[in-house]
């Protein structure tokens, strides 16, 4: 097809009038007549020039640019040369501008080439400054705009000249009543700023261009450098500005004008979002049926200028994150409806499939999980924060959140979104349903990557999705629990996973992974069972009592008390926790010496007295009922000796250590307390052991 097309267009090209007539430098384009080079040059435009929402005939139209730049490059080719001669002719300008543009986008050779022409770069210089008196001048103007914005892109270098250019860009940008123009200078001044130009832009004056630009109908009329979208200049601009050094008040000028609306609803009709009916909104009726959202309009906003949008999102709230927590908790509201669809799977897809849409799909949906972690970094006001939670519940943003992470995001980007999961679920109870029924619904998929990202090297990752575990096993019922359980066990059931998490050498990780257990142990026979048979697995989690760590040792001490609750099968095997436990009593810790002195108790039962007196345990729990300073300790321990004395041996020890009568003298404390204080919760388990001791109740 490339052969065919390129036999038929040469001799058609070579007999170009203005191509034989032009090799001559004495004759110019602009010096021959007029019809017949304007009826070529105008043909010439109009098979190159892409049309606008007809995609299906692009790539013939590339086609076609790409053989025409080919001759363009050419050495020893005039046609070239014909062509820059007519950049300043009066009605062949904006014909050729487009034949250069079209050209341009898929010949970087040719850029280079223009860059280095002194007449084409005089000639657009002249024409942005309006020293070419041309029949559409505005057109022009703006084919110009795109061209050199295109040649700043392609060559990341200023053609010479154009420092000079940036106040006169400035001025068509505030001033100009032209949608498109505006644009196209927004789009130029963005590529200058990044190229290091200065221009001086006034907020008084460009907050209100940018609003009229954002308002106004969209003028199309050429498809902007690079596959851009129509406000993409706009949007980097503005980020650009929003950006500068010294401008501390420009924040909230911006956001506490028109503008700022403006651009939020403006970028929700871009986007095509279905419409939420809002008590914001007293324009949309009540009845109004939802409709189901379609594809983006790409020619408006592009994936590039999504990113752009929600990075000029967060710099603005990142200068006053109170302004992101007024726009988040309006329910129905542009900011918060756009940053929800952003994140559903219909909209992923359609940003994949986009062009360049793959490259930004992980910069937007990070963008949109940092904005909308906002609220859970600040003080937030209670009442606030239960309604941005209800929205977010409504949105199924939990399950969005999880499905981006198995399908959309590498590994090595995800540590964010599952921080936003997990803050979600652990304060909403529908949140950490949605998560437990989306694994359910893909359990293969989902289950998979939960492994990789357990097993992987970001200990911060690893913390959070244990957290979320150990939630959904203390607060869910035992039959949501077995994807867990397959977790921990391996697809071998090896149990390696559990036992690289028990011993990885990051202290969080560790600790919440002791955690985890302490609450899968509560319910999972499958677990009590694994650590009987599986070689190691017990001694491993003994092995946190005496870790270095002091959240790691409440954990431990947390998981081997529930392990040691009605034991069964496992109580003479904890025998070995009974001296590391015995050592806790100790710990500074009171959590810690809490966990221990409980676990201690729940080994009673098991039949383990021998070594509970063996360690003294008896007398060190009596010790703590009447002294500990930590009212917690107390009572626990005052729990663990009711148990522990149904053992008749510990029955014996503790009433040849006068228990009955230490504790009488505790509860005589308590009830020598103020009527107005509140009495301690260990009193009433103090009087009960007295009781238990006497004669009468000896065992």
Known sequence: MEGD?????????????????????????????????????????????????????????????????????????????????????????????????????????????????????????????????????????????????????????????????????????????????????????????????????????????????????????????????????????????????GKASLIWDVVSSEMWTVLWHRFFMALRLPKEVSTQEEELSLSSPRRSSSEPDWMLISP???????????????????????????RGSSLMSTLKHLLSPSFLQQLGHAPHGSEFLPVVVLSVCQLLCFPFALDVDADLLVGILADLTDSEVTAYLLQVCCYHLPLSQVELP????????????????????????????????????????????????????????RVLSPSHLSFIQELLAGSDESYRPLRSLLGHPDNSVRARTYGLLGHLLQHSVALRGALQSQAGLLNLLLLGLGDKDPAVRRSASFAVGNTAYQAGPLGPALAAAVPSMTQLLGDPQAGIRRNAVSALGNLGPEGLGEELLQYEVPQRLLEMACRDPQPDVKEAALI????????????????????????????????????????????????????????THST
């Open 5 to 245: 097309l390129r036999e038929t267009s040469r001799p058609t090209l070579h007999s170009l009038p203005f191509s034989i007539g032009a090799p001559q430098v004495s004759q110019p384009l602009r010096e021959q007549g007029e019809d017949l080079p304007g009826a070529i040059s105008s043909a010439l435009a109009a098979i190159c020039i892409a049309p606008l929402g007809l995609p299906g005939c692009w790539e013939a139209k590339e086609q076609i640019s790409r053989h025409l730049a080919d001759q363009l490059t050419e050495d020893n080719n005039q046609l070239r040369p014909s062509l820059v001669s007519g950049l300043q002719h009066p009605i062949l300008c904006l014909h050729l501008l487009k034949v250069l543009y079209s050209c341009c986008h898929v010949s970087e050779h040719l850029c280079r080439l223009l860059g280095q022409e002194p007449l084409a770069l005089e000639s657009l210089l002249m024409l942005v400054q309006g020293k070419v008196k041309v029949v559409d001048w505005e057109e022009s103007t703006e084919v110009t705009l795109y061209l050199l914005s295109l040649l700043v892109l392609r060559l990341q270098d200023l053609p010479p000249g154009m420092q000079e250019l940036g106040s006169e860009i400035a001025a068509l940008f505030t001033r100009s009543h032209v949608v498109s123009l505006v644009s196209a200078a927004a789009c130029l001044l963005g590529q200058l700023g990044q190229q290091g130009v200065t221009f001086d832009l006034q907020p008084v004056e460009w907050i209100p261009a940018t609003t009229h630009a954002l308002s106004a109908p969209a003028e199309v009329r050429l498809t902007p450098p690079d596959g851009c979208g129509f406000y993409d200049g706009l949007l980097i601009l503005l980020l650009q500005l929003l950006t500068q050094q």
């Open 418 to 473: 599952i921080s936003l999961l997990t803050h979600l679920a652990l304060r909403d109870l529908t949140c950490l349903n949605q998560f437990v029924n989306t694994v359910a619904a893909s359990p293969r998929t989902i289950v998979s990557f939960l492994s990789v990202a357990l097993l992987g090297d970001q200990p911060l990752l690893t913390s959070d999705l244990l957290s979320l575990l150990a939630h959904t096993a």
């Open 304 to 330: 590039q200028g999504v990113a752009a949008l929600l990075s000029v999102a967060v710099v603005t709230f990142t200068q006053e994150p109170q302004l992101c927590l007024s726009h988040l908790s309006q």
């Open 640 to 695: 663990a000796l009711r148990s522990l004395r149904q053992e008749p041996s510990i029955h014996q020890v503790l009433v040849s250590l006068g228990a009955s009568e230490k504790l009488a003298l505790l509860s005589l404390g308590n009830q020598l307390l103020p009527h107005s204080s509140p009495r301690p919760a260990s009193a009433k388990h103090c009087r009960k052991l007295i009781h238990l001791l006497r004669p």
